[in-house]
């Protein structure tokens, strides 16, 4: 497993982190996405990174129409 953290410049309230966070878990070899509502421009994923990479992980969230950058993984 891998973990990335992706930092999102829009704001999300929290219906729409949970909608990008039900959307990225649909994503094959993810196997969890995290927000915290404390910091709800930061987001974890986790996936397996034998089948996908961290630019496919941060494509899928600019189909979401969101803009973020890799902070770490």
């Not at 929290?14 to 990225?24: N, P, S, Y």
């Not at 995290?34 to 600019?62: A, K, W, Y």
Request: glycine fraction near 8%.
């Amino acid at each position: 497993m891998h973990t990335i953290l992706l930092r999102i410049d829009e704001d999300l309230n929290e219906a729409g982190m949970r909608a990008l966070q039900a959307d990225l878990r649909n994503v094959g070899h993810v196997t969890d996405v995290e927000f915290n509502t404390r910091t709800p421009h930061d987001l974890l994923v986790e996936f397996e990174e034998e089948h996908v990479s961290s630019m496919m992980i941060l494509g899928e969230v600019g189909k979401h129409g969101f803009h973020a950058d890799i902070m770490s993984g």
